[in-house]
């Protein structure tokens, strides 16, 4: 059975810094492409960030500079560091995987809130 269990999401000021952490398990995670979208209400679900097998990297443009995405295949994690946060990044932010667009999984998701 595969599952995507993400963590780390809560209220947070403007400016200030949350972690996300997804493990995966039932999948072999190093051949996955990993990724972390977002949805905001009323907004449709958008990429965050993503890392390949080969540790490639993509951002949009909204979080480039400010989010990290890495990887850790040992302990089937992805983690997302996220810095300098605004409100317009509050969403409900989802791990996803992916084996060469033939299985895809998605997590629960981890509510991020931040306001003052």
């Known amino acids: 059975q595969v599952q995507l269990v993400e963590s780390g999401g809560g209220l947070v000021q403007p400016g200030g810094s949350l972690r996300l952490s997804c493990v995966a398990s039932?999948?072999?995670?190093?051949?996955?492409?990993m990724a972390w979208y977002r949805q905001a209400p009323g907004k449709q679900r958008e990429l965050v960030a993503g890392?390949?097998?080969?540790?490639?990297?993509n951002y949009p443009d909204s979080v480039k500079g400010r989010f990290t995405i890495s990887r850790d295949n040992a302990q089937n994690t992805v983690t997302l560091q996220m810095n300098s946060l605004k409100p317009e990044d509050t969403a409900v932010y989802y791990c996803?995987?992916?084996?060469?667009?033939?299985?895809?999984?998605w997590g629960q998701g981890t509510r991020v809130t931040v306001s003052s």
């Open positions: 996803r995987s992916d084996y060469r667009g033939i299985l895809r999984y």
């Open positions: 039932g999948i072999t995670f190093s051949l996955n492409y």
């Open positions: 890392i390949s097998s080969g540790n490639v990297i």
